[in-house]
């Protein structure tokens, strides 16, 4: 089947058979495999990889699998039929069962090694050999690189069963943490933020594990009991799943000259990374420096904008390590994240994730990465002081670069041209005191109201009086605060073009009006349990139009505050990391 086809929509990918000549298996040969691998990929029991990129690795296949959902908007985009989801060799594929592939696909995958450091600190002991070597990839298997209408896809199973660098876990992704993930990386997707994308959800009918959760109405902090929940997979997909922890992997055995290879495959890593996320972007004939810097240039805008967007769309990630920032410039893991409800500047949902991985910490937590990512790009430049030199000063200037991203940002949400810091600072007080919910406050402040009554809809005055708060004056100093606002807006219109529409139009688009509230998500997660994938099915719909009006009915059910009773209870106002 040609691309010409595909992309003209004049035929439909419904097999897998469809698929295989799409596939691509280059990176087996720009990479280095993991010497003491088995070729056939039996490794799943933990063990330490002392060099290489890759190890091949078979997925466990989950045990008698269901269709759960998978994503129209992607398939659209790869030019798959909507069919193929439910397709018998396909929906094998996707639950890890690489048997079933055509001959030409390969039936064994891969799994990465990555380092982790936390807020730019290096850590080994989470490995269990307390070397770093037996960390990385323990329940995600990538089973496929396809190039279609030009773009490339890696493709990677979550909770597709035990690698080497599963440090004697299971391997085991459960339905509740897949769905979480499913339905964000689509979300974030339609709000226009760079993610993984998802691909499909399949579930065990009959594969259970047991895992640490809430008891129903438990306000501990952490999880008050064992549950037995059913296992999934879930796909991801993305140009390549290289994370800075990766790099800095193998920028570590550069720098201890851990084997002779080691600068070498730390080269290669990095060309690997330019050819997948920055094709366009850097020339691959430059000389290596010159590539390294423009890489660092690249990932530090898009990473700053990337944080601004999270920012504005209210996402936390409450575990922004290394290992869970993409070295391409997008989201990536969606585990101990959350969507900011009411609004909090030290939001933070993940009670493993302290203060320094709250909501507005998120920049700072993003120079650390950055930071990390600037050191494991030095290995490649000892030879080179100049290059050093200028790698510096490209890391140093991070904050410049992500408070203009985030001064921007901060213009385009309240409809400004311009940045203005203190109406900025009094509203965020105010957002903080009442408080606002984030995601209903902006957008009805979008139609440019005259009074605070429509923004009322986003206050959550029960939560102000339950923490002791008195209401009196807080509608006042709102109404003080919309005033300053307007004037403000009045006075760059008349130096400026933009009509009232224009600019109630303009950010309507960047606030959007649904937003991922996780009491809405958790009763999926608990129908689906039980086979029924209906309302799973249309919380996806509805997120994934997440700027759109929608109907009355959708407004209804999915464009509410937080109930007052949610607040502080486990599994929806904060989680364990247990997925
Ligand atoms: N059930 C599991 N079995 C094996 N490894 C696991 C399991 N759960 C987590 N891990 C591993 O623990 C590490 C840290 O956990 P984290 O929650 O970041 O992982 P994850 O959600 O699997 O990751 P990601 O989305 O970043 O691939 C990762 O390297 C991950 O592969
Ligand atoms: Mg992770």
């Not at 698929?19 to 003491?36: H, I, K, Q, T």
């Not at 639950?95 to 055509?102: A, I, K, N, Q, R």
């Not at 080691?262 to 691959?284: F, N």
């Not at 402040?445 to 429509?454: A, C, G, H, N, R």
């Amino acid at each position: 089947m040609s691309n010409q086809a595909v992309r003209q929509g004049e035929t439909d990918i419904t097999c897998l058979e469809d698929v295989a000549p799409l596939a691509d298996y280059s990176l087996m040969e720009n990479l280095v495999r993991d010497p003491d691998a088995d070729p056939e990929g039996q490794d799943h029991q933990p063990r330490q990889v002392f060099s290489g990129h890759y190890v091949p690795v078979r997925p466990t296949p989950i045990e008698n699998p269901a269709y759960a959902a998978h994503s129209p908007e992607l398939f659209r985009e790869l030019g798959f039929s909507d069919r193929l989801a439910q397709s018998p060799d396909f929906m094998a594929m996707f639950s890890g069962d690489l048997s079933v592939v055509p001959e030409s696909m390969r039936p064994v995958g891969w799994a990465c090694g990555y380092a982790l450091s936390i807020y730019g600190t290096e850590f080994t002991q989470q490995c269990p050999f307390q070397t770093g070597n037996g960390y990385g990839d323990g329940r995600a298997i990538s089973v496929l690189e396809m190039v279609n209408n030009g773009r490339r896809w890696e493709m990677q199973l979550k909770g597709g069963g035990r690698t080497p660098y599963c440090r004697g876990a299971d391997g085991r992704a459960v339905l509740r943490s897949s769905v979480r993930e499913f339905l964000a990386q689509e979300h974030m997707h339609a709000l226009g933020v760079p993610t993984s994308r998802s691909l499909s959800l399949y579930v065990s009918k009959t594969e259970t594990v047991m895992r640490p959760w809430y008891s129903e109405g438990s306000r501990s902090r952490e999880p008050d009991q064992l549950l037995e929940e059913p296992v999934a997979i879930s796909t991801r997909v993305a140009p390549s799943f290289i994370r800075v922890g990766q790099l800095e992997l193998f920028a570590r055995r550069a720098r201890q000259q851990a084997h002779p290879s080691a600068l070498g495959e730390l080269g290669q890593l990095v060309t690997h990374l330019i050819d997948r996320e920055y094709p366009a972007a850097i020339d691959q004939g430059l000389p290596v420096p010159a590539r390294v810097l423009m890489l660092a240039r690249e990932f530090r805008s898009r990473l700053a904008a990337l944080v601004a967007n999270w920012i504005r769309v209210g996402y936390c990630q409450g575990n922004f390590n290394s290992d869970n920032c993409a070295a391409g410039g997008y989201t990536l893991d969606y585990g101990p994240f959350g969507f900011c409800e009411a609004f909090d500047a030290y939001f933070q949902p993940w009670t493993g994730g302290g203060q320094h991985f709250s909501f507005f910490n998120q920049p700072v937590a993003a120079e650390k990465n950055f930071d990390s990512f600037c050191s494991a790009m030095q290995p490649l430049l000892v030879d080179h002081p100049d290059e050093l030199e200028q790698l510096e000063g490209i890391r140093s200037e991070f904050p410049q670069v992500m408070g203009t991203e985030m001064r921007t940002m901060w213009a385009a949400k309240l409809g400004l041209d311009e940045f203005e810091p203190e109406l900025f600072k009094q509203l965020v007080q105010l957002m903080m005191e009442t408080p606002v919910d984030y995601t209903i406050f902006f957008r009805e402040l979008s139609s440019i109201p005259e009074t605070i009554e429509s923004l009322e809809k986003g206050f959550y005055r029960s939560v102000h009086e339950a923490r002791g708060g008195n209401w009196e004056g807080i509608p006042e100093r709102w109404t003080q605060w919309l005033s300053a606002w307007r004037a403000r807006i009045k006075a760059e219109e008349s130096t400026g073009s933009t009509s009232m529409e224009e600019r109630s139009r303009r950010m309507k688009a960047v606030n959007p009006k649904y937003t991922m509230r996780e009491w809405l998500v958790v009763p999926t997660y608990q129908k689906a349990a039980q086979g029924e994938y209906q309302p799973l099915r249309d919380l996806q719909a509805v997120l994934t139009q997440p700027y759109a009006e929608q109907s009355s009915a959708v407004e209804s059910q999915y464009n509410q505050r937080k109930p007052l009773e949610l607040f502080n209870l486990g599994g929806f106002s904060h989680y364990s990391c247990s997925s």
